[in-house]
């Protein structure tokens, strides 16, 4: 089953198409909090947002989620609680993956079930950092001996290539989802991926949909900055300077403008609502630091973009340049320009 605003990606598993992103929740990004995060996403739950995104590296942020669940559960009831699903990720440190072993898995998993004061994890995206480091096809058994033994209910994947993800599936791990930078300025995905995850049921999670924030109308009319608060925004910057550099964007950005007007909605919601029709994409993954972007995160999967909508943004992107390699490529090379930014060991003491 699928609309706009919900999908099966099972017989036992729904979703709302909108995540709500908590990267963003942790500490170390930026100086913008949310003065009671639990109650904000209370008022995502209750509009229909109960999907949320999160990660054993996410420092704080389970334990928040784990309130959250906990207090909702008591003032809106089981029935309630039972809507909400939480998608944590599995990040092994850079410096243990030579040697991980099945025992240092389920340490972190069973880390993130206190953490979220769950029994079992909804699902769990597996991310690797370095494909040199040969145990990833054995780490993505043992999560799912995790799952047949009952600590995981769905085995999911983060920033896998399209290789990568067909060996895992070829192995006997049945993942669910692809967690992927997925964007009007990101298409990566469409070169292999898509079709790939297609044919063997894999959803795609789309993040980076509003490329940190700078898919917005903050930054329409803007010159080029050279300063940013945080690494996500630098992270994105690269994409477009690589896309075609600050006057093409801004040109996308005005494109989108005026697509908005016409839908009387922002920027940010449109670049989001523009990739739920594309193949394979079950929902995007948008970051909130509070409630205040509420509304348009729920505009996202009610705006149904027309024909002539989709024909500007094409038209628009024919002139940019296409990233070089398959997903997350540019990312793993660790002395490049989009890797050397990343940070690898920040699960230091759980494995």
């Given amino acids: ?17 909108v995540i709500r992103g908590g990267w963003q929740l942790a500490s170390g990004h930026g100086s913008v909090k949310s003065e009671d995060p639990v109650a904000d996403m209370v008022a995502f739950a209750d509009a229909g947002i109960t999907t949320f995104d999160c990660a054993d590296i996410y420092t704080g942020v389970e334990e928040t989620i784990g309130r959250f669940r906990e207090h909702y559960g008591k003032a ?45 994890l909804d699902l769990v995206q597996f991310h690797w950092w370095d494909f040199a480091a040969p145990l990833w096809l054995e780490t993505s058994v043992w999560l799912n001996e995790l799952r047949l033994a009952g600590k995981i209910n769905k085995v999911s994947a983060t920033n ?10 070829e192995a006997g791990v049945p993942l669910t989802s692809m967690q ?39 930054w329409l009319g803007q010159k080029e900055p050279g300063d940013f608060e945080n690494r996500s925004l630098i992270k994105y910057k690269l994409i477009i300077d690589d896309l075609g550099g600050w006057d093409l964007f801004q040109s996308l950005l005005k494109t989108l403008r005026a697509i908005a007007d016409r839908h009387g909605v922002d920027i940010a919601t ?15 993954i948008v970051g909130a630091r509070n409630r205040d972007h509420l509304p348009s995160n729920l505009a996202i999967s009610s705006v149904a973009l027309t ?43 759980a494995a």
Avoid at 89 to 117: A, N, Y
């Fill in 270 to 284: 449109i670049a989001s609502a523009a990739m739920l029709p594309r193949q394979a994409v079950a929902a995007v």
């Fill in 307 to 349: 024909a002539r909508d989709l024909a500007d943004i094409d038209a628009m992107l024919s002139q940019a340049n296409e990233l070089d390699g398959d997903v997350y490529t540019l990312e793993r090379d660790r002395h490049g320009r989009h890797g050397s930014i990343m940070k690898y060991n920040l699960n230091k003491g």
């Fill in 1 to 17: 089953m699928t609309d706009m605003q919900r999908i099966r990606l099972a017989p036992d598993y729904e979703i709302s198409r």
């Fill in 76 to 120: 809106r009831g089981a029935d309630a609680l039972a809507r909400i699903r939480v998608h944590t990720k599995f990040v092994p440190d850079l410096d243990i993956l030579p040697r991980i072993r099945k025992t240092d898995v389920e340490r972190i998993i069973d880390q993130s079930l206190r953490r979220l004061k769950l029994d079992r």
């Fill in 160 to 169: 896998f290539d399209t290789d990568h993800m067909l060996a895992m599936i």
């Fill in 180 to 218: 992927v930078q997925y964007s009007l300025l990101d298409s990566r995905p469409a070169r292999r991926m898509v079709e790939a995850a297609t044919a063997n049921g894999v959803a795609l999670f789309c993040y980076g949909t509003v490329a940190g924030g700078f898919l917005g109308d903050r």
